[in-house]
């Protein structure tokens, strides 16, 4: 299978381009692919940069050059479900918007214009992501163009989506981009803070071990993948 990767920060994808057999550098439209495997899987790696627009382009770029097959997107979130550490490593089941609002149309609160409300990952890929994965956390991601780092702004988004477990920037537009172009994926998602009043000292203080931890994840989970 040929699976192309998206990471939007570089600590992010370092893990994961240090564990690629047969490493090769590809430039297109100004973006690096990094090109190789791991397992038995053809991997095409991007650096997508941070937000909606950026990993959309992403997938685009990964669909139209390289012809993957599916998308995976890792990286780190931030946890608005009390219950989640640091460190915690959540899967994402389904993802949406938490900041998108066209309810005057009748449309849910969350949900775009002729889009669904929530994007569902491949079952298939949750369920092999389960079996490599201690306790796995699996349900609702939600995405923004806004780093949350307010009690305020939790309490916010869980009016909209009590069952919401993290939120980050980039799973919602990576899964819309890939179900637009029919190609399954997964979110993948290392807590590297708690999306609280000092979200911003806690990211960067974990944002390191956050990215190759759920790098790490990646990499068993495509060794064991058929």
Same mark, same amino acid.
């Given at each position: 299978?040929?699976?192309?990767? !998206?990471?939007?920060? $570089?600590?992010?994808?370092? &893990? ?26 053809? %991997? ?17 770029? %990964?669909?139209? !050059? ?10 780190? *979130? ?10 915690? !490593? ?37 369920? $092999? ?49 890939? &179900? ?18 000092? *979200?911003?000292?806690?990211?960067? $203080?974990? !944002? ?19």
């Amino acid at each position: 299978m040929k699976l192309g990767i !998206i990471c939007a920060m $570089e600590e992010e994808l370092r &893990t994961l381009v240090e564990s690629l057999d047969k490493d090769s550098k590809i430039t297109r439209h100004g973006y690096v692919f990094h090109t190789g495997s791991i397992g038995c899987h053809e %991997l095409v790696l991007i650096q997508s940069g941070i937000g909606k627009v950026m990993s959309a382009i992403a997938v685009t770029l %990964l669909v139209e !050059i390289f012809d993957v097959d599916a998308i995976v997107n890792t990286g780190s *979130a931030g946890a608005v479900n009390h219950s989640l550490k640091i460190g915690d !490593i959540v899967v994402a089941d389904r993802l949406a918007y938490h900041d998108v609002d066209v309810t005057a149309f009748g449309y849910a609160y969350g949900q775009m214009a002729q889009q669904p409300l929530y994007f569902e990952s491949s079952k298939y890929f949750v369920s $092999e992501l389960r079996k490599v994965i201690d306790s796995p956390i699996v349900g609702l991601i939600t995405s923004s163009d806004s780093f949350i780092a307010s009690e305020s702004r939790i309490a916010e988004i869980k009016k909209h989506f009590p069952d919401v477990l993290a939120v980050e920037m980039e799973g919602a537009s990576v899964a819309q981009a890939a &179900t637009a172009m029919k190609k399954p994926f997964v979110i993948i998602r290392a807590i590297s803070d708690t999306a609280s009043h000092d *979200a911003s000292v806690k990211f960067d $203080e974990f !944002i390191i071990e956050a990215g190759r931890k759920s790098a790490q994840t990646l990499i068993n989970f495509l060794n064991n993948l058929e």
